[in-house]
């Protein structure tokens, strides 16, 4: 498929079918032709800002009528390329829907457009006793979550977007809109639409609205450090500790680089080693109840130097610091980029995948750092690159492939939550055969005849 630009005469006609100001200011532009990844910025031919399922429809049917690429945009998170416009097109842009529709705390749901954020969401619920769960570290929009199917730090307990979108509004690339899913536990009337839809990275539909489950926030959250000689030692314990069935909330690994990194950019003092950090919910004597037993469990793993802090303010720094890892690493190596990789094993191969990944990163040149949700077999490769030397790209990408055929060898995933978008399109054809990947493709020219959602995406045309 090849680039298309827009005439003067398309721009201004889809002026018309929007509120807001189609803009092709280079500025504008240029925020939406890339994302968080090392994918290069590729410029769209317009951005059109949109406030409303119906202007989302009345684009796409003008769009897929004259065979005009789109991509939608939320707040630019994603970390596989997912809104590079490689074939140029339009950048649609959702983050004028970011109305919280409808609350209900005695259904546990919340609805939502698809550019409400994710900080702005439980900001809301607080008042109200209530959060959402599913925690990828950066502030993105739900409609950016659900399209991933991100998950993130709270998965073990909690489960990631495709546990929590009970139901949705899309609108399909011929402009349809279709109203998929229902806020109810139990659900078999059909198809399931809305698990299809999400974690389709845009390729078959535009997300407009959400219906979210939420939980109560719990009487009493506390947080815990330990670390451990070795990186196989720290992943082994959280390995024990899933298997034991204590109701942890979160349990990240952090190597000694991303202790290092986070040391300098947060300005802490944690001690420069294998680390994981936990969080406990629960009851008060629950809570102390849980943080005694992993305590227990990973003393018998090397584990040292346990720590652990029922006091809000410590745990909320402790885990901003988590999330701020990925921006740690980058400020280590000023002016360089960070690739970051997503695999996720059976827990029975979670050390073994681990050690792995640390013997081939390694053997190679660059600087990386490995951390992950590993309570769930989820674990993350950061390595950091020159933007200026396209080269060493096309280098991590052949160094990320070997680490990812031997996470599927050992019956593992390519991507546990980032997704496949414009990255990892060889790697799900050997994950799931080219078998599956062909029935995807039927799917999608059912869908999407002209190929117009966020084509180069997935698979290619």
Same mark, same amino acid.
């Given at each position: 498929?090849?680039?298309? #630009?827009?005439?003067?005469?398309?721009?201004?006609?889809?002026?018309?079918?929007?509120?807001?100001?189609?803009?092709?200011?280079?500025?504008?532009?240029?925020?939406?032709?890339?994302?968080? *990844?090392?994918?290069?910025?590729?410029?769209?031919?317009?951005?059109?800002?949109? %406030? =409303?399922?119906?202007?989302?429809?009345?684009?796409?049917?003008?769009?897929?009528?004259?065979?005009?690429?789109?991509?939608?945009?939320?707040?630019?998170?994603?970390?596989?390329?997912?809104?590079?416009?490689?074939?140029?097109?339009?950048?649609?842009?959702?983050?004028?829907?970011?109305?919280?529709?409808?609350? *209900?705390?005695?259904? $546990?749901?919340?609805?939502?457009?698809?550019?409400?954020?994710?900080?702005?969401?439980?900001?809301?619920?607080?008042? #109200?006793?209530? !959060?959402?769960?599913?925690?990828?570290?950066? #502030?993105?929009?739900?409609?950016?979550?659900?399209?991933?199917?991100?998950?993130?730090?709270? +998965?073990?307990?909690?489960?990631?977007?495709?546990?929590?979108?009970?139901?949705?509004?899309?609108?399909?690339?011929?402009?349809?809109?279709?109203?998929?899913?229902?806020?109810?536990?139990?659900?078999?009337?059909?198809?399931?639409?809305?698990?299809?839809?999400?974690?389709?990275?845009?390729?078959?539909?535009? %997300?407009?609205? @959400?219906? @979210?489950?939420?939980?109560?926030?719990?009487?009493?959250?506390?947080?815990?450090?330990?670390?451990?000689?070795?990186?196989?030692?720290?992943?082994?314990?959280?390995?024990?500790?899933?298997?034991?069935?204590?109701?942890?909330?979160?349990?990240?690994? @952090?190597?000694?680089?991303?202790?290092?990194?986070?040391?300098?950019?947060?300005?802490?003092?944690?001690?420069?080693?294998?680390?994981?950090?936990?969080?406990?919910?629960?009851?008060?004597?629950?809570? %102390?109840?849980?943080?005694? *037993?992993?305590?227990?469990?990973?003393?018998?793993?090397?584990?040292?130097? !346990?720590?652990?802090?029922?006091?809000?303010?410590?745990?909320?720094?402790?885990?901003?610091?988590?999330?701020?890892?990925?921006?740690?690493?980058?400020?280590?190596?000023?002016?360089?980029?960070?690739?970051?990789?997503?695999?996720?094993?059976?827990?029975?191969?979670?050390?073994?995948?681990?050690?792995?990944?640390?013997?081939?990163?390694? *053997?190679?040149?660059?600087?990386?750092?490995? $951390?992950?949700?590993?309570? #769930?077999?989820?674990?993350?490769? =950061?390595? %950091?690159?020159?933007?200026?030397?396209?080269?060493?790209?096309?280098?991590?990408?052949?160094?990320?492939?070997?680490?990812?055929?031997?996470?599927?060898?050992?019956?593992? +995933?390519?991507?546990?939550?980032?997704?496949?978008?414009?990255?990892?399109?060889?790697? @799900?054809?050997?994950?799931?055969?080219?078998?599956?990947?062909?029935?995807?493709?039927?799917?999608?020219?059912?869908?999407?005849?002209?190929?117009? $959602?966020?084509?180069?995406?997935?698979?290619?045309?």
């Amino acid at each position: 498929m090849s680039r298309v #630009d827009l005439s003067p005469l398309q721009i201004s006609e889809i002026q018309k079918l929007i509120s807001g100001k189609v803009s092709t200011n280079q500025s504008v532009l240029e925020q939406h032709s890339h994302d968080e *990844s090392a994918f290069p910025p590729v410029i769209p031919s317009a951005v059109v800002p949109v %406030i =409303s399922t119906q202007e989302v429809s009345n684009v796409l049917a003008y769009c897929n009528l004259h065979k005009i690429p789109v991509v939608a945009f939320g707040a630019g998170t994603s970390l596989e390329g997912h809104v590079v416009p490689l074939h140029g097109g339009i950048s649609l842009d959702l983050t004028g829907m970011n109305k919280i529709l409808e609350v *209900s705390p005695d259904d $546990l749901l919340v609805r939502v457009e698809a550019g409400v954020t994710r900080m702005a969401l439980n900001t809301k619920l607080a008042n #109200d006793g209530i !959060f959402f769960s599913v925690d990828p570290g950066a #502030d993105a929009t739900l409609g950016g979550m659900a399209a991933t199917g991100a998950a993130g730090t709270t +998965t073990v307990r909690y489960g990631s977007m495709r546990e929590n979108v009970m139901a949705l509004t899309a609108v399909l690339a011929d402009g349809t809109v279709i109203h998929t899913g229902r806020g109810t536990r139990k659900l078999s009337a059909g198809y399931d639409l809305t698990r299809l839809i999400v974690g389709s990275e845009g390729t078959l539909a535009i %997300i407009t609205e @959400l219906t @979210l489950r939420v939980f109560g926030i719990p009487e009493k959250m506390a947080a815990a450090v330990v670390r451990f000689p070795t990186l196989n030692d720290g992943v082994a314990a959280a390995t024990a500790i899933v298997r034991s069935g204590i109701a942890i909330a979160r349990c990240e690994f @952090l190597d000694a680089q991303c202790i290092r990194n986070l040391n300098s950019h947060e300005k802490m003092g944690m001690l420069e080693a294998p680390t994981l950090f936990f969080e406990f919910h629960g009851s008060p004597q629950g809570v %102390i109840e849980d943080a005694q *037993s992993v305590k227990e469990i990973v003393s018998e793993f090397a584990g040292s130097a !346990f720590e652990w802090t029922s006091d809000e303010g410590e745990r909320r720094k402790l885990w901003q610091a988590r999330h701020n890892a990925h921006w740690a690493a980058l400020a280590a190596h000023p002016g360089m980029r960070g690739v970051s990789t997503d695999m996720a094993v059976p827990m029975s191969q979670l050390s073994v995948a681990v050690s792995m990944a640390q013997e081939i990163l390694e *053997s190679h040149r660059f600087p990386f750092s490995i $951390l992950g949700h590993v309570a #769930d077999g989820n674990f993350h490769c =950061s390595i %950091i690159t020159d933007p200026s030397k396209p080269s060493e790209r096309d280098e991590i990408r052949e160094i990320v492939h070997a680490m990812t055929m031997k996470i599927i060898a050992m019956g593992g +995933t390519c991507t546990g939550e980032h997704g496949i978008g414009a990255g990892k399109i060889d790697e @799900l054809v050997v994950e799931t055969g080219a078998e599956a990947v062909s029935v995807m493709r039927s799917i999608k020219k059912t869908l999407d005849p002209h190929w117009i $959602l966020n084509p180069g995406k997935i698979f290619v045309a």
